[in-house]
C-alpha cells in the first residue's frame, strides 16, 4: 500500500512533442505529490509538485494533472525539447509520516 | 554558493573494508537524509535526521550506520555487513523535517571491488 507504481520505464518523444508519465497509488493517506528531475551523474531536483485540493498545477511547460478518485497523478511536458531529456521520478508523502516513497523513475529521451 | 556536498564523487572499496561517504550542507537545514538509488528503481531512505544529534533509521538501515553531531554535517559508514553495497548513494537536506521540498547532492557512486 506504499507502493507508487510508475510508468513508462523508459520514453522517447520527438522534439516539440508532449510527453506523459503516469504514476498510480494505493494508500490514499498521501497528500502531497511531487515530480523529482535527474541528470545523468547528479541528485535529483524537485520539478513540480501538487497537493489533492487541486486537479491541475502548471509551471511553465511542466504539467501536473491529479485524479484523486483514481489515484493516479501524471505530468506533461508540452512542447519537450533535448535539455529535458532526464529521468523523471514522481513521489508521494502524507502529514503524518513526512517520507517521500518514490516512484522507480522514467528514463526520457527527446529526439532532435 | 549554497547547497549540499558530497565526496567522494566515486568510491572503491575492497569487500570486508568499512567505508564512509561525507555529506555537508551550508543551506542551514535542520533535516537531512542518506537515500540510495539503484537501476530501475526509486529511491530507497536509508537514514534521516530531522536535528542535530538525532537520527532514525529508514527502509533498509542494515549495514549501514551515520551520526550527526553536527548541524551541517551527516556522514554515512556503510559497513561489511552490507551484503550489497554496490550503489549510487545520494544525500539530501530539508528546512526542517516535514518541509516539502529535500535538496540533493550530486551523489557518491560506490563500487565493491
Known amino acids: 500500500q506504499q507502493q507508487v507504481k510508475q510508468s513508462p520505464q523508459s520514453l522517447i518523444v520527438q522534439k516539440g512533442g508532449i510527453s506523459i508519465i503516469n504514476c498510480a497509488y494505493e494508500?490514499?493517506?498521501?497528500?502531497?505529490f511531487p515530480w523529482y528531475q535527474q541528470f545523468p551523474g547528479k541528485g535529483p531536483a524537485l520539478l513540480i509538485a501538487?497537493?489533492?485540493d487541486v486537479s491541475e498545477k502548471k509551471e511553465g511547460r511542466f504539467t501536473i494533472s491529479f485524479n484523486k478518485s483514481a489515484k493516479q497523478f501524471s505530468l506533461h511536458i508540452m512542447d519537450s525539447q533535448p535539455g529535458d531529456s532526464a529521468t523523471y521520478f514522481c513521489a508521494a508523502s502524507t502529514g503524518s509520516n513526512y517520507q517521500l516513497i518514490w516512484g522507480a523513475g522514467t528514463k526520457l529521451i527527446i529526439k532532435p | 554558493d549554497g547547497g549540499i556536498t558530497q565526496s567522494p564523487k566515486y568510491l572503491f572499496r575492497k569487500e570486508g573494508q568499512n567505508v564512509t561517504l561525507s555529506c555537508e550542507q551550508n543551506l542551514n537545514h535542520d533535516a537531512m537524509y542518506w537515500y540510495r538509488q539503484d537501476p530501475g528503481q526509486g529511491l530507497r531512505l536509508i537514514y534521516y535526521?530531522?536535528?542535530?544529534?538525532?537520527?532514525q533509521k529508514g527502509d533498509i538501515a542494515e549495514g549501514y550506520s551515520v551520526s550527526r553531531e553536527k548541524k551541517e554535517s551527516f556522514p554515512l559508514t556503510v559497513t561489511s555487513a552490507q551484503k550489497n553495497p554496490t550503489a549510487f548513494y545520494l544525500c539530501a537536506s530539508s528546512i526542517i523535517w516535514g518541509n516539502t521540498e529535500a535538496f540533493f547532492g550530486q551523489g557518491t557512486r560506490l563500487t565493491v571491488v
Open positions: 494508500n490514499t493517506a498521501f497528500d502531497y
Open positions: 535526521s530531522q536535528i542535530v544529534n538525532d537520527f
Open positions: 501538487i497537493r489533492p
